[in-house]
């Protein structure tokens, strides 16, 4: 229901009406009178066709009443002798216009008027649900008149949704940072609320493998993601892509899309292969790429509530426009807004992105520069370019902390046999103090060939009960079961994987028969068969 109370004056309510009318094919003859009035407020036209199909012009007057700030009705002593007044004013038609209700006596008695043959008048009256249902159509009028700004009257074109789910696209090589950065972003303000997400292989390996993309095959996927990950069309999707990105002739480090073009944009992609050029030849590479990925996030988030990107060198988040130099000075001060662009968030009411800045800033100086992001992503280069294949892993173990024995010695097994398994204890030293479970879920999702996973009570129990959205990773399963290998312990269903997948008996076979099937998998695969 529209705030009329946003409207201060009856001046302003007039004004308000008249562009309303106008949106309606109304003609205005004379526009509302200023100053003492004699209870003229609008005379306007209006075209009808009659019985006979005779086009005839007929004059309206127009009274607006705005009783919303005291938020009573419209009565009779308010309005005075309608047939009167349009008489005087030669009119044959009466319309009032309110922005409360009117009272019953003035209902019945414009419903009297024009029922009544031996009057020459009609007369009917607009109340506020009525305009409520009006101005949907006109969403312009909506914006100028019914939302909020928080101190000056500069007309500034946007709509801060009360809150924004905001889902960010795990990527592989940094899942540890963003969730960290994303923790400390939910805690500190409540205006965006940020959530990892997971989607289907298939999906997001067309992001993280090169070549090229365009920005309209960049926004489905994000819609696909979105749709798979539960998440409702209005959310927002922040996601990664490896490949360049292209929007007509020029490769971009963002594009941001919407499946409706009067909405905002709800999908952002950003081009990790734009980044890494940009932190090519910088000293510092791995904070370079921390401060882009979380700047980029942050600029992401104020277009999409119609901050604009400026190109001049201000050193600022929106200065991510046009010139690589000056995207590396805003690189240099961290994530910070220019003057100008902090004049304009404090008119919108926008000071959360003040505090996503902040604490992002926060957040970087805090971080040493130990982390293995970028390690992580030149091993992938390094890979694909020597192997041309996209995986760090032959095989990747899944498995609850209580079947460890039985997973090392598959793992010994394998590496015996020279498959490069990931297991974690033989990646001690870049697993220690993650969170685990996101890291190996992303992991046997995007970097390993295969998972092994060892189906047993325990596992499914840390699968459902630690993950909220538990039917988006059910189908997760079910998609990505060419490369999920189960081991049945026990006889526990995982939702998701089909009973009818060749799973392996952990008690009918020997470590040594399992590993031989697995190097046939591999084999196999090397010749282009894919049966499990
Ligand atoms: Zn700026």
């Given at each position: ?172 090589d940094f899942t540890q940072e963003l969730n960290s950065i994303i923790k400390i972003w939910n805690s500190k303000q409540h205006h965006v609320l940020f959530s990892i997400i997971r989607a289907r292989r298939e999906l997001e390996t067309q992001l993280i493998s090169s070549g ?303 590993v031989k099937l697995i190097i046939n998998k591999l084999k196999n695969d090397k010749t282009a068969t894919n049966n499990v």
């Amino acid at each position: 229901m529209l705030d009329f109370t946003l409207i201060e004056t009856g001046e302003e309510f007039e004004q308000f009406c008249e562009e309303l009318l106008l949106k309606k094919g109304i003609e205005i003859i004379s526009k509302p009178s200023r100053g003492p009035d004699y209870g003229v407020d609008i005379l306007a036209n209006v075209t009808v066709f009659d019985n006979l199909g005779i086009k005839e012009k007929q004059r309206v007057l127009i009274e607006c009443k705005h009783f919303a700030r005291s938020n009573r009705s419209v009565r009779e002593s308010d309005i005075g002798n309608v047939i009167e007044r349009a008489i005087s004013t030669n009119c044959n038609k009466y319309l009032l216009i309110t922005s409360t209700t009117v009272s019953s006596v003035i209902s019945h008695q414009l419903e009297g008027i024009s029922n009544n043959p031996s009057i020459p008048i009609s007369a009917t009256f607009w109340s506020k649900n009525d305009l409520d249902k009006m101005v949907y159509e006109f969403p312009d009028l909506k914006e100028r008149y019914f939302i909020k700004t928080s101190q000056s009257n500069t007309a500034l074109d946007l709509n801060i949704e009360p809150k924004i789910n905001l889902g960010i696209h795990s990527h592989p090589d940094f899942t540890q940072e963003l969730n960290s950065i994303i923790k400390i972003w939910n805690s500190k303000q409540h205006h965006v609320l940020f959530s990892i997400i997971r989607a289907r292989r298939e999906l997001e390996t067309q992001l993280i493998s090169s070549g090229s993309i365009s920005e309209d095959e960049a926004s489905s996927i994000a819609n696909k993601m979105r749709d798979e990950a539960g998440f409702n069309p209005d959310d927002g999707i922040i996601q990664f892509c490896e490949k360049r990105l292209f929007g007509g002739p020029y490769y971009q480090l963002f594009a941001s899309g919407t499946e409706h073009d009067e909405e905002p944009p709800n999908t952002a992609t950003i081009s990790l292969q734009f980044m890494r050029l940009l932190a090519e030849n910088e000293k510092n590479k791995e904070t370079t790429i921390h401060t882009m990925i979380i700047q980029s996030i942050i600029h992401v988030i104020s277009t999409g509530i119609g901050l604009n990107a400026h190109d001049e060198t201000r050193g600022c988040i929106m200065d991510f426009d046009d010139n690589m130099t000056d995207i590396l000075v805003g690189l240099k001060n961290g994530p910070k807004y220019c003057n100008s662009c902090e004049k304009q968030i404090l008119r919108m009411g926008a000071e959360f992105l003040l505090e996503l800045a902040k604490s992002a800033r926060e957040y970087l100086n805090s971080i040493q520069d130990t982390s293995k992001t970028l390690i992580r992503m030149e091993l992938r280069d390094k890979r694909k370019e020597v192997s041309g294949d996209d995986y760090d892993f032959d095989i990747a173990l899944s498995f609850a902390g209580e079947d460890r024995d039985k997973a090392e010695l598959l793992a010994n097994a394998l590496k015996n046999k020279n498959v490069n398994v990931f297991y974690d204890a033989f990646q001690k030293a870049e697993l220690w103090g993650q969170d685990l479970y996101s890291y190996l879920s992303d992991l046997y999702r995007l970097r390993a060939k295969y998972c092994v996973m060892f189906v047993s009570e325990h596992y499914s129990q840390k699968l459902w009960t630690n993950h909220e959205r538990k039917s988006a990773q059910e189908r997760a399963f079910k998609e990505n079961q060419t490369y999920i290998l189960p081991i049945r312990i026990d006889n526990t269903e995982i939702p998701g994987l089909l009973s009818t997948v060749g799973y392996l008996n952990w008690n009918n076979e020997s470590v040594a028969t399992i590993v031989k099937l697995i190097i046939n998998k591999l084999k196999n695969d090397k010749t282009a068969t894919n049966n499990v």
